[in-house]
C-alpha cells in the first residue's frame, strides 16, 4: 500500500480519513492513507490554519488537534461537526 499523499510505500497506514463524497457518487469514497511523516505534515497544516479538518470518517490524529486548537465534536451521526470552544471555556478546563 501507498501513502496517499506522498506515494511512498508502507506496510501499514500510520493514520487514515475518508472525505464526504458527493451526490454523484455511486459509492462512499476510497479512504485517505498516511504514512509517518504525511501525518506529521498535515498536522502542521491544521495548526498552521488553526482549523479542524471536517472528514466523514476522522482520522485518529484529529482528537489530539482537536484538543490543541480548543474544539469540540458536537452533533448526532452524520451531522457531527468541530466547534470552537469559548475562550473562557477553553481556559477553565
Known sequence: MNCSYCKKEMKKA???YTNFGTVLDLEPPEP???CKKCVRDEI???LELGV????WIMAKYEKALADKLGY????EH???RWKKLKLQQHEAE
Open 32 to 34: 485517505v492513507l498516511l
Open 44 to 46: 502542521a497544516f491544521w
Open 52 to 55: 479542524m479538518p471536517n472528514h
Open 78 to 80: 452524520e451531522y457531527v
Open 14 to 16: 500510520a493514520d487514515s
Open 72 to 75: 469540540i465534536r458536537c452533533g
